[in-house]
């Protein structure tokens, strides 16, 4: 399905002609990102995965002053808790051109905050973390999810269901979704094996689906015992390993609260609504989170640590213990 995504002013500017690659790796912008309007992406016809921004991938970029025709993605890495997307191509001019686009990260404070001496920053224009892409924060359809009527599969609960959290509360499923990609590469599931994550049978989560846990030196460095964690950075090749599917169904599930959900045993987020349910979710999808939200759903229940947060210190982690029995 080809559809069309809107950025944010702040969140995008452009580099062409001899601004593009001013030095092996870096290119440099042509104004303030503010001086730039109206940046409309839109996806590409047999795209399995049109938000999942790999390189390589290719999209229709225009904005206000310009436009690119089959621009590659060339880099797709994280600002914090944001993200960077870059992409390349050959603007109407028949110039070489590149648009950074940051959303949710604001990119024209960022500029003005690194403009020293005169001199206006660069930007990165290949991949910065190879292993890091934009993606999914949602749980496989089979993964079944405590409830109080027992355990159910991921994909079979409905808005409206009850769900058991963490703290032994119950909330209500205030919105549910779900989207059928290709399981490879950075779509692929993360596969726990039984009691890596207190899970009392195999999970699968999508890379960036974040887990608690809880760890003495995740206290030391960051002033919390509990964390959330992405999934992907507790990989360690062995019993925690990402699989490759023909394909995978991913499910979104909202509550009233951001909470810690049970899955097979395992302590996991539920959605936490924020830029990736901007960018992954159709306009109806979004509408109908935005008609569910509340201030409460938009507050992270726990401390969130990056990927390269979470990777040191997921040697000393272990699995919190519950704070009451479930209801």
């Known amino acids: 399905m080809v559809f069309s995504i809107y950025a944010a002013d702040n969140e995008f500017a452009t580099s062409t002609g001899a601004n593009v690659e001013v030095e092996p ?19 590409q016809a047999g795209d399995a995965d049109p938000r999942l921004f790999e390189i390589g991938d290719t999209y229709d970029l225009v904005w206000d002053q310009g436009s690119i025709t089959n ?3 060339v880099r797709s890495d994280a600002a914090g808790p944001d993200g960077i997307i870059v992409f390349r191509g050959t603007n109407g001019l028949g110039q070489n051109a590149e648009v950074i686009w940051t959303p949710g990260f604001d990119l024209d404070n960022w500029y003005f905050s690194n403009f020293v001496d005169g001199q ?8 910065q973390d190879p292993a890091y892409t934009h993606e999914y924060i949602c749980f ?6 405590h409830t109080p009527q027992g355990l159910i599969p991921a994909g079979r609960l409905q808005t409206g269901d009850w ?4 703290s032994g509360r119950k909330q209500q499923i205030k919105w549910i979704g779900s989207k059928t990609v290709e399981g490879a590469g950075a779509a692929a599931p993360i596969r726990f094996d039984v009691d890596t994550i207190g899970n009392f049978r ?10 608690l846990i809880s760890s003495p030196q995740a206290e030391l460095m960051f002033g919390a015992r509990d964390v959330l964690v992405p999934a992907i950075a507790l990989l360690d090749g062995n019993r925690i390993r990402q699989v490759a599917r023909r394909q995978v169904s991913y499910v979104h599930i909202l509550l009233d609260r951001h909470d810690i959900l049970i899955a097979e045993g395992a302590p996991c987020e539920s959605l936490l609504p924020g830029w990736r349910t901007r960018d992954i979710l159709t306009a109806q999808d979004r509408e109908e989170i935005r008609v569910a939200l509340n201030d409460e759903s938009r507050e992270p229940c726990r ?25």
């Open 140 to 145: 496989e359809r089979s993964t079944r999810i």
């Open 202 to 211: 195999p999970v699968k989560l999508s890379p960036q689906h974040r887990v």
């Open 25 to 43: 790796g870096k290119s440099a912008f042509d104004d303030p990102p503010n001086a730039v309007t109206g940046l409309v992406i839109t996806t």
């Open 163 to 166: 769900v058991c959290t963490w």
């Open 303 to 327: 401390l969130i640590l990056k990927r390269q947060e979470a990777v040191a210190i997921a040697a000393s982690r272990f699995t919190p213990y519950r704070e009451a029995a479930l209801i």
């Open 120 to 127: 206006p920053p660069q930007f990165f224009n290949t991949d």
């Open 71 to 73: 621009a590659a993605v």
